[in-house]
């Protein structure tokens, strides 16, 4: 949801020093995996019970997620490009929550395991959707060029960050923040259904 609105403002700062990576030699995919190494060592920091660190490290691997992009455009897109940006992106949107279970057992356990599946759910609708997508190929320009089709929805990218975001400040409320975002994820999950219903049938 908030992502369209986002990406319009970010892109021309990402394209300029996407622009710089280039020159000085750097691959979309090396900043691909520098991210995913960055979104790891966040989920170690949080369940270290350093959450100032994980929110830096956060915020860094974020940045490179959205630089690969931009640096795949001043060279060239590759499928495999496309499918590290996605399956790392997935392990390290798992990783976070695993990370505040770890910090605090007792009382991240339970919220952490219902934002997984909602996670697991939410990306299976995704993925199984741009698949039947790729098969009929439709084709979205909804958040730009991408690798597969993208579908909207109340809980994307954006709204994950600020979620994980707010749960490094405020690391006692990990648990409300996991079970209304959770389920912001089910909503997106079951309108997308409702959408491949339409679409598909």
Request: proline fraction near 3%; hydrophobic fraction near 60%; include cysteine.
């Amino acid at each position: 949801m908030l992502d369209g609105s986002v990406k319009a403002r970010l892109d021309p700062a990402l394209d300029a020093l996407a622009r710089q990576l280039h020159r000085a030699g750097f691959s979309a995919d090396a900043v691909t995996v520098a991210g995913f190494v960055l979104g790891l060592g966040a989920a170690l920091a949080i369940g270290l019970n350093a959450f100032g660190l994980g929110l830096g490290l956060i915020l860094a691997s974020r940045l490179a997620d959205g630089l690969d992009g931009a640096l795949a455009r001043q060279t060239r897109p590759t499928d495999l490009g496309g499918y590290l940006d996605i399956v790392l992106d997935f392990i390290f949107y798992g990783a976070i929550p695993l990370g505040f279970a770890v910090a605090d057992p007792a009382a991240n356990a339970l919220p952490a395991t219902v934002l997984l599946m909602s996670f697991y759910a939410n990306g299976a609708s995704f993925l199984a959707f741009a698949l039947m997508a790729e098969k009929r190929k439709l084709v979205a320009a909804a958040r730009g060029p991408k690798s597969l089709y993208f579908t909207t929805g109340l809980a994307e990218a954006g709204e994950t960050l600020l979620v994980f975001v707010l749960a490094c400040l405020f690391p006692a409320w990990f648990g409300i923040l996991a079970y209304v975002f959770a389920a912001l994820c089910f909503v997106t999950c079951f309108s997308r259904i409702a959408l491949a219903t339409r679409v598909f049938r």
